[in-house]
């Protein structure tokens, strides 16, 4: 079936993506019943689509290859932000797994994505930054757990969580700063809805920037993080006025197309 079809396809995984930003949320409001609802869903739904989403990789994917990291990635940080506004200990061992597991989809993915997409990409290239960036605000929110509730794992695991969260942030930053000098020698202006792929790891990457300077006591990253938010408003408000033009467009040329339709003759 056409449902079928679409679950093995890698934009399928945005479904547990959204749901656990959704759930993410909510943790952060305080509904945390909703939140552990969501992280359940997300979990059952997570290997049902990352399977055959897998086993449909190929050579030279274009960047939606790395939504199998984002998918993951996802439930480390609702994971890690349930165990820090709980204040409880066994979301946040959980939320390792995917954690570490997440980056290991990253680095296979990589080796599937190709290159060239850098620079022809249609908007869905950002991911690559992007898989990165929602991996370090993982990282940020286990430091962050770890920090704000009950003793979670020794000095050891908490320096490798460290670096490792460091590490992940710059590798985002530079996968930003190449995907921005991109667009900037070879613009696409022409508006494709893959762009809202791009308006993702803008965000992200702010919101990565902003959290690892707090969990990592970095209080100089909060003003490239800041700027990074401005981007992705920026960012989101010109993929939205393209999109409205699109659309209009659209209407119009369907409008045209009524209009000049061939009426049948009288009887």
């Not at 597991?101 to 850098?118: K, N, S």
């Not at 920026?234 to 197309?257: I, N, P, Q």
Request: some cysteine; overall charge positive; proline content about 6%.
């Amino acid at each position: 079936t056409k449902w079928v079809a679409q679950a093995g396809s890698p934009g399928a995984l945005t479904a547990v993506a959204a749901t656990t930003v959704v759930g993410t949320r909510f943790a952060l409001l305080g509904a945390t019943p909703v939140a552990a609802a969501l992280l359940a869903l997300a979990a059952l739904l997570w290997p049902v689509l990352l399977v055959p989403v897998v086993r449909g990789w190929g050579p030279r994917m274009p960047g939606a290859v790395f939504l199998g990291c984002v998918a993951t990635e996802g439930l480390a940080v609702l994971g890690a932000t349930l165990s820090a506004t709980t204040s409880t200990a066994w979301p946040a061992h959980a939320a390792l797994v995917p954690f570490w597991f997440g980056l290991v989809l990253y680095a296979v993915a990589l080796f599937r994505f190709d290159p060239r997409e850098v620079v022809r990409g249609a908007g869905d290239q950002w991911v690559a930054g992007g898989a990165l960036a929602i991996s370090a605000l993982a990282g940020a929110k286990l430091l962050t757990a770890a920090r704000s509730g009950p003793y979670l794992w020794n000095d050891e695991v908490d320096r490798a969580l460290r670096y490792a969260t460091v590490a992940v942030l710059a590798l985002a930053l530079a996968w930003y700063a190449v995907l921005l000098v991109s667009e900037v020698m070879r613009p696409r202006f022409r508006y494709d809805v893959r762009r809202w792929s791009t308006v993702f790891p803008l965000g992200m990457t702010a919101a990565a920037t902003l959290s690892v300077a707090t969990a990592v006591s970095a209080p100089w990253l909060t003003h490239p993080g800041r700027v990074l938010v401005w981007v992705a408003v920026a960012g989101w408000l010109t993929v939205a006025a393209g999109a409205v033009v699109a659309a209009r467009t659209d209407l119009r040329s369907l409008s045209a197309e009524g209009g000049t339709r061939p009426t049948a003759p009288p009887r």
